[in-house]
C-alpha cells in the first residue's frame, strides 16, 4: 500500500496514536456522560421524593380542610336534609379560604352537588365507585385536566356523602415543583387515556417501560433528556396517573464542553507532533537504507563499492556486513576471472584469454605487426603411453616453464593438450625468434629419472591489419601441421597455398563420411602368387574411391584424412567385410589380405570388426591375413601386442607390412610371432641395378626364414626382380609383373582362369 | 338482641294455620350476622301491629349507644336515657324522623316518638364514634337476629311471603334485600346469605 518504509512507518505511528487517543476520548466521554447522568438521575429521583413530600402535604391539607367541614354539624344537617343552596355557599366559603379551584359533594345516593357545572357534575359522579371503596385521595380527570383529589367522608352519622376537594395539576402547579429543584427539571403529570396511550411517540413507550420508578433515557424528538416516571394513585383504575420529570442531557453535558474542546485540541496537537516525530524518526532509519539499495544496485551493475558507516546500530552492522559482502564478492569475481582465463596445469593463460589477448593486440593498428607461433611437442602421446600420465603432466609443466622463462616479454598460452601458442610483438627477425623457441628444447628433459629428449615442432603465422585473431590461429596451426609432417623439431612458416590445401582436406573429409554411404568406395584386389607353385595364393584387397566429379582417388590422398577424421574405423569395418565376402567365394586356399590402421588398433572394437566380418561371410580365419605396418610399435607396444594376440586367437594370420621402412628398432620381432613379413617396394624397386639392394633382400628373407615367417615381396614389376626374388628364397610375390589391382569380378576370372590352366596344365 | 316485639304480636293475631320459621343470616362465608332486621309481609301485606306495649329505650352508656339497632313498631316512643357522667347530644336527620336532643345530661330523660315507618340513624354530634339504628316497622312481624345470626317467628302464617332483610351496613340499596318464601306447615328454617361493608369510621385517617 506505501511503498515507502517511511510512508508506512509515519502512517504506523500516528495511526496508532489516533486510535489510543479515540480510545481516551470515548473512555472520558463515557466517563462524563455516566457521571452528567447519574447526576441527573439522583436530582431526578430527589425531585420525585420533593413531589412525593409536596403531594402528602397537600393531600393531608386538603383532607383536613374536607374533613373538618364534613364534620361541621350546620354542614352535615344541610347535606342529610338536602339543601343545596346551603351546601353551595358553604363550599364556596371554603374554596375562598384555602384557594381551592374545585369542590363539591359527591352524595351516598350518586347525585352530585354543591357544583353547578353539569360537565364537572357527571364527571364528580363517577367518583362514586373508588369513594365508597374507601379511596380519599388520588388523581382524577376533571375538566380535561388531572386534578389532585382528596375526599372526607360525611357521617350524619350514617354515610350520607363526601366532601371533595380538587386542585389542577396543570402547568403553574407544576412550576412550583420545578422551583423546588436543584437543577431545571421538567415536570407534567400524565394519565393514560381508556384504553389507549400514556402520550403520543417515544414518550409513550418510555412512560410504559419505566413504571417502576427507574430513571432512563427519553429521546422525545426535540433531544434527549434523562427521564424519570413516578406513577401516582389515580381514582379512576382505566386511567392510571404518573408524574413525568424530565432533564435534557444537552443540559446536563453543558459543563463539560470546555473539557471536550480542550480534549479534541490536545489530541489535535498531539497527533501533528507525533506524525512530525515519527516522519523524522522514519527518515534517520531509512536514509541508511535507501544508501544501502543504492550501493547494492550500482554493486548488481558490477560497480566495487562501499557505503560509509555512521551509526553503530543494527543499520551500521548491516552497513559493515553489507561492505564485507561486496569486498567477498570482489574477491572471488576476481579469483573466478583469474581461473577462467588460466590453465590450472601450467599456470600459463588459457586459450580462452589468449584469444582475447590476441584479438585485443590484433585491434591496434600499430601492434599489428606481431608474430603468432604455434607450438606443439613431438610424440607426446607416446611419453603420456609409455611413461604415464603423471608424467606427461611433469613434462608439459616443465615445457611450459621453458617457454616461459624464454618468453621475454611475449605471452605464452596453453592451447590444450601438448599445444602451445606464443605472441610476440614486432620481431625483427620472425625466423630468428622462432628458432629462438624452438633452442629451447634442445637441452633434454629429466623426467621420472629419466633423460628424454623432447623435440617441439613449430608453426609461424604473422598478424597483419584486419586479420582476425581465429584466423590467424588457424593459419599458425596450418604452418604447425606442415611442420609437424616435416619431421621432428620442424619449424614452418605459414604460406597462402596451405590454407588452399586445408580447404581442400576440408572437402574431401567431407566427401568422404558421405562416400561409404552412397556406394563410392571399392575394393580391388591384387594377388599375391607363391613362388613355389606359381599359383595364386591370395589377394590383397585395395581399396579405391569413385569420386562423383574427381573420379578415381589414390588411397594415399583420402586414407590419411580417414585416419585423422576418425572415419578409418567404418571404413575400416566395411573393408573388412566385403573384403571377407569376396573372399569366401575363392576356392579354399586362397587367402585375403587386409590393411589394418594404427587408427584402428587404438581405438577398440577391432577384434570384433574381425569376428563380424568372418561370422558374416563364413570365411575360415586362416584365410584372412590382417596387415599391419611397423608405425604401431612407436605407440604403445604393450597394447599392441595383447590385441595381435587376441586376434591370432581367433585364428586370423598377421603380416607385417612395409617391412624396413618404418622403425628402427627390431624388438619388436621378437614380442610377437608374425606370420608373414612383407619387404617394401622401395627395396624391391632397385633390386637388378644396385648389389646392396638385393643384400638386404637376401637379409629380410634370411630374417623371416629363421624367425619361421613367410617373406612376401611388394612391387614386382619385371622378370629380373623375380629371378632376384626367387634366388633369395622369397616365399611370394606380388606385383604388376603378375598384374594390377583388379575389381572383383576380374579377380574372380583370373582365379578361374588358373583352375582352367590347371586343369590343362595337368 | 332478642326478638321479644314479635311474641305478643303472633300471639293476637294468629291466623288458622301458622308455623315456626327460623331464619338464619350468614356472610358467605357462613359467619353469622347479628343486628339484621327481618320483617315478613304475608301475602305481600303488613301483618297488623301489636298496640305499643311500653316504653322503648336507647341509653348512652359509655359514649356508646345501646343497644345497636333497636325495632319498633310504628307510633312508637323511644326514650334516650343517659347514664354517663358527661352529656349527649343525640340527633337524627332521617327522613323517617328527624329529631334533634341537645345536650341533656343524666337523669333528664328524653323521649321521642316514631309515628313513620323507616330507619332512623341515630348518632352524637359531640361523639363522633356513637351510632345506633332505630327500624321503625310497618309491619307486626320483624324480629332482629341474634349472636348466632337467627331471628325466630314463633308463628309464621302459611302460604306465600315477601320477607325484607336489612341491615346497618348490608351492600344493598336502602341496605336492605327482599327474598319470597312459602311458609308451610310445621317448622321451617330459611337461611339469607348477605354482604356487609365495613363500617365508616369517624375518624378517617389523611
Known sequence: MFRRIRTRLAVLYAGLFAVALAFVAIALYAVIATTAERQVRSELGASATVFDRLWTMRSRELGNAAGVLARDFGFREAVATGDPRTVESALDNLKARLGLKVAFIVNYDGSVTGTRDEGLKREAAKLWTPLDAGETSGVARLGGVPHHVVAAPILSPTLSGWVVFATPLGPSEMNSLERLSAIPIAASVVQRAAGGGWASGPEDSFIRAHLDGRPGELDSGAGVSVALVKPLHSLDPQRPAALLLRYPIALAMAPYRPLHIAMAATGLAGLLLLLLGSWRLSLSITRPISALDRAARRMEEGETVEVTVDTGDEIGRLAKSFNAMAAGIAERERRITELAFTDTLTGLPNRAFFRQHLALELAHADRARILLLCLDLDNFHAVNDALGHAAGDALLRAAAERLRSGAAGSLVARLGGDGFAIVVRAPADPAASARRFASLFAQPFELAGQSLAVTAGIGVAAGAVGLDADTLLKDAELALAQAKQEGRGAISFFETEMNARAQERHRLEADLGRALAQGELELFFQPIVALETGAIAAFEALLRWHHPERGLIAPADFIPIAEESGLIVPIGAWVAEEACRRAAAWPDPVRIAVNVSSVQFRKSGLESVVVRALAASGLAPHRLELEITESLFLESSEAVVSTLHALRGLGVRIALDDFGTGYSSLGYLQSFPFDKLKIDRTFVEPLAERHGASAIVAAIVGLGRSLGMEVTAEGVETEAQLDELRRHGCTSVQGFYFSRPVDAAAAAALLDRESGGARSAA | ?206
Not at chain 2, 310504628?74 to 329529631?99: E, L
Not at chain 2, 341533656?104 to 359531640?126: H, M, S, W, Y
Not at chain 2, 332505630?134 to 341474634?146: C, E, I, M, N, Y
Open chain 2, 1 to 206: 338482641m332478642r326478638a321479644l316485639l314479635a311474641l305478643p304480636l303472633l300471639a293476637l293475631a294468629a291466623p288458622a294455620a301458622a308455623a315456626e320459621l327460623v331464619v338464619t343470616v350468614r356472610l358467605p362465608n357462613g359467619a353469622p350476622v347479628a343486628n339484621a332486621v327481618v320483617s315478613l309481609y304475608p301475602g305481600g301485606r303488613p301483618a297488623p301491629l301489636a298496640p305499643p306495649a311500653g316504653i322503648y329505650k336507647v341509653a348512652q352508656q359509655n359514649t356508646q349507644f345501646h343497644p345497636f339497632v333497636l325495632v319498633v313498631p310504628v307510633g312508637a316512643t323511644v326514650a334516650f336515657p343517659n347514664y354517663d357522667a358527661f352529656r349527649h347530644h343525640v340527633y337524627s336527620f332521617s327522613p323517617a324522623k328527624r329529631f334533634e336532643l341537645k345536650l341533656f345530661a343524666r337523669e333528664q330523660n328524653r323521649t321521642v316518638r316514631f309515628d313513620k315507618a323507616g330507619v332512623v340513624p341515630l348518632g352524637c354530634n359531640i361523639h363522633d364514634q356513637m351510632t345506633a339504628f332505630l327500624k321503625v316497622s310497618d309491619t307486626g312481624l320483624a324480629a332482629l337476629t341474634d349472636g348466632s345470626g337467627r331471628a325466630v317467628f314463633a308463628d309464621a302464617p302459611s302460604g306465600a311471603t315477601v320477607a325484607q332483610v336489612w341491615h346497618p351496613f348490608l351492600r344493598a340499596p336502602a341496605n336492605q334485600v327482599e327474598l319470597r318464601w312459602t311458609i308451610g306447615r310445621g317448622r321451617q328454617a330459611e337461611t339469607v346469605s348477605v354482604n356487609l361493608r365495613p363500617p365508616p369510621r369517624p375518624s378517617a385517617a389523611y
